[in-house]
């Protein structure tokens, strides 16, 4: 489990919106969040071995969702930003405050406005978002052809099955996802 998971995705989203609407100069849609806290996760577990949020997320038809926050869209209280409905019943998410980026490492904070320097313009719509997220995340590609709507392994970013190769033949993110893995089962 992430230390402080709650605080950090709130952080995360609070970020996004923030530095969305300022760079594209409109809102940040919940699309195109789920996006960005997408490519933040499994850029991470791709780069690292380990996903900077944690959250779970779901193969949807657009690309991958988080559960969590999708489900709790039209509910979600937070000190850091809400989500609110357009005159056209879309939602969108408005900052309400500053993000405490001490929540984050300087890779994550570093990704996070890569993240935004590439996907934060005004003529970048929803579509090229989305389909940018078919493109690059493996385990929402894999999920979908196998299982529609199924919850996505992070395991998936990976080549193949990690725990049938040998430890030497693993790279530094496989081999830290596999024992993060371990670890993490022995907690539950």
């Not at 780069?47 to 690309?63: F, N, S, V």
């Not at 199924?150 to 830290?176: C, K, Q, T, V």
Request: include cysteine.
């Amino acid at each position: 489990m992430i230390p402080y998971q709650t605080e950090k995705i709130e952080n995360a989203i609070c970020f996004f919106a923030k530095e969305h609407k300022k760079r594209a100069r409109k809102p940040l849609y919940q699309t195109f969040l789920y996006k960005y806290l997408a490519f933040l996760d499994f850029i991470s577990v791709k780069e690292t071995g380990r996903p900077a949020l944690g959250l779970r997320y779901r193969a949807m038809e657009r690309g991958p969702v988080p559960v969590e926050i999708y489900a709790k869209r039209e509910s979600y209280s937070s000190p850091q930003f809400k989500f609110v409905k357009d005159q056209n019943n879309h939602i969108m998410i408005i900052p309400k405050g500053v993000p405490d980026l001490d929540y984050f490492s300087a890779y994550e904070i570093e990704l996070m406005s890569k993240l935004i320097e590439i996907y934060a313009k005004s003529y970048i719509l929803t579509g090229l978002v989305s389909d940018a997220s078919h493109e690059e995340i493996a385990a929402w590609r894999r999920t979908w052809k196998r299982n529609p709507n199924g919850m996505i392994d992070f395991a998936l970013e990976f080549h193949d099955d990690l725990a049938s190769r040998p430890d030497s033949e693993r790279s530094y993110p496989e081999e830290h996802f596999f024992i993060s893995r371990a670890l993490d089962s022995l907690e539950k």
